[in-house]
């Protein structure tokens, strides 16, 4: 028999129409993988990678010895931040329906990321978020109302007007400036954490990036850069199955684990249910008590799905079926941590009615304020003058000379 | 003062920067424990430790990527690309990151990155490791380039360009490393100790970011260069007996409109010579401002002298390379338009 080579082209479980199927999904029991003390080698922590680690089992009740040390009031708090998130994009979402913004990305499904990581990090780590990371900025006190007022680049805008919606950052906050290039803040996280080495403080650093974006040149430079000094850093990558229209596979996650790329260069990788709040503040915990005793980086998969389209221009059911996120094996982040807390006898069915409501009132007082200093279409509008600034530490000649060129020009057609 | 070619000028700069700012660090390839491949960092990883001057994974991308990171985290970095033949990997973090930082986030967030790069061509380096790739960083908006001429300017300027809060994308022309080049190749290699930009202070100064200088004068005609071409155009100058403005832009971005424009209104005419490829080169723009700023004061249209439109060759790199020859023909056209 003649053997031939053969082009291997990935192809998701399931298409529009077809009942989906997570098979593919490798799963293990709640409480089911042992957690390694934090001084373990990489490969003694190898087993992470492969197994998925999970703290809530299908009763929500927290299971094995990755149960985290969190109080009843943490995570209630974090139930809150969650709700928030999810309520805030619904807020914005319709916002760009109704045309008040030109774009909006929710984290719908992923929350459980954002909020779990966050809380488990200190004010003084330096986070390098990427699109859907809202719920950072949220978790970090940044105010609803200027997060909005940077979708409607408005005259309260914290980027003048020069960034789409969900660019953020938030300099007190220590959370970098999103970028709209995937990939390019990890290796920013990485000298980051050098610097911080290099400074002998012991704050670390965090980023992150989705499944698709690990086939980037950026996600292997930091890698490598991060094995190499041993920086202080916590690299995730957000797997929600899906980087717009092409599943997971097209990234390469097929065969293996995104949290196992890091083996290669000695970096250990954890795979943990994305979707388990309370397993991936545990995770989370972990590795940053690791990098903190100068164990150096710590690669997280977080495994979860995302619940809306990519982005407000995209449409999902053009390429996946509707029902796949119903049929996610790992559910939602939000009514896992409910039924856990509902469980613990810490929190209610009518408790958690009142929350959504009261945070859905918390979430349009903040729209109300926010477009009381412009929208797209509706002034106060920015100063044109101000998009010559910032270019340089100080405006250069050339530059002053094009402002007032504009303004004259806008002068004489006013 | 002392006696210093552009190598042991670039060192110093280093050493002087990295011993009056403890935030100053060194990052690239082959830069610490050896001292770089053209020995601008040597003894500086002795001097002051491995954590100041680190050696890099072979990844340019990696370099200037963690080093905006680094910058993000209150150091003052300095990267070293080994060829700016090499920098292509990187030019996403220069383009989408470096450049943008300050002005996608309103101003609060900066990274103070220098990038040095040896660049140009003359030491059969091939296309690997000849371009002059300044262009590219001129169109960018957010990030200064420079190339300095003479050991004198580049340590002025690396050091200007290390403290300036504004990225900096440091050009060092590598065939006037050790000694000015007229663009003969036969002739023996001049040292910089016979040139009297070979004599340094040994301490801090620094030359602003910005300012052309003009290295000679004359009132017939202009010509704008920078990098190594400032030593062929010299040469080219006196052999062709004719008294010029010879001007080194020395930083493109920002470019001194003022002092070319002063130089070309007196003189009416202008030469414009760089080593890199003419179209789309640096000189398309010098050409279009010197158009608009002096049009009236014209007498020829300028000429503009640079590389040939193809890669850079091994075999046939005194062809490309435009040296005397080709500026001198420039200089008779111009001189003879009517």
Known sequence: MTSKSRLHIPRPSARPGEAPDFSYLSLSEAGAVSRPATSATASEAEYLAQNLVRVMDDDGIAQGDWIPDLSPEQKVEA???????????????????????????????EEAVSIGQGMALEAGDMLFPAYRNQGLFILRNTSLVDLMCQCLSNTRDMCKGRQMPVMYHNRKGNLFSVSGNLATQYPHAVGWAMASAIKGE??????????GSTAEADFHYAL?????????????????????????GFAGGERRPFAARGQGLGIPGIRVDGNDLLAVYAVTQWAAKRA??????????HVTYRGGAHSTSDDPTRYRPKDEWQA??????????????VNEGHWSDEQHEALKEQLKETVMAAWKEAISYG??????MLDVSIMFDDVYEEVPQQLKDQCEELIALKGTLS | MSQMNMIQAINSALDVVMEKDPTVIILGEDVGYFGGVFRCTDGLQAKYGEHRVIDAPIAEGGIIGSAIGIGVNGLRPVAEIQFADYIYPGLDQIISELARLRYRSGGEYFSPVTIRAPCGGGIRGGQTHSQSPEALFTHLSGVKTVMPSSPYDAKGLLISAI???????FFEPKRIYN??????????????????????PDGYYSIPLGEAAVVEEGDELSIITYGTMVHVAQAAVRNAGVKADIIDVRTLVPLDVETLTRSVKKTGRCLIAHEASRFSGYGAELSATIQEECFWHLEAPIERVAGWETPYPHAFEWDYFPGQDRILAGIRSIMEAV
């Open chain 1, 202 to 211: 012991d704050h670390i650093a965090a980023s992150w990036v989705g499944d």
């Open chain 1, 224 to 248: 490598t850069f991060a094995a190499v000094y041993q920086a202080p850093v916590i690299l995730n990558v957000v797997n929600n199955q899906w980087a717009i229209s092409t599943f997971q």
């Open chain 2, 179 to 200: 000694g000015p080049f007229d663009g003969d190749p036969n002739k023996p290699a001049t040292p910089w100790s016979k040139h009297p930009a070979g004599e340094v």
């Open chain 1, 328 to 341: 996610f094996p790992l559910g939602d982040p939000v009514e896992r941590l409910k039924k856990h807390l």
């Open chain 1, 79 to 109: 139930l809150r931040l969650m709700l928030l998130t999810r309520e805030y994009d619904n807020r914005l979402q319709r916002a760009q329906r109704q045309g008040k913004i030109s774009f909006y990305m929710q984290s719908l499904g």
């Open chain 1, 375 to 380: 929208t797209m279409t509706e002034g106060p």
């Open chain 2, 163 to 169: 403290e300036s809060n504004d990225p900096v994308i």
């Open chain 1, 292 to 301: 903190r005793e100068g164990g150096g980086p710590t690669l997280i998969e």
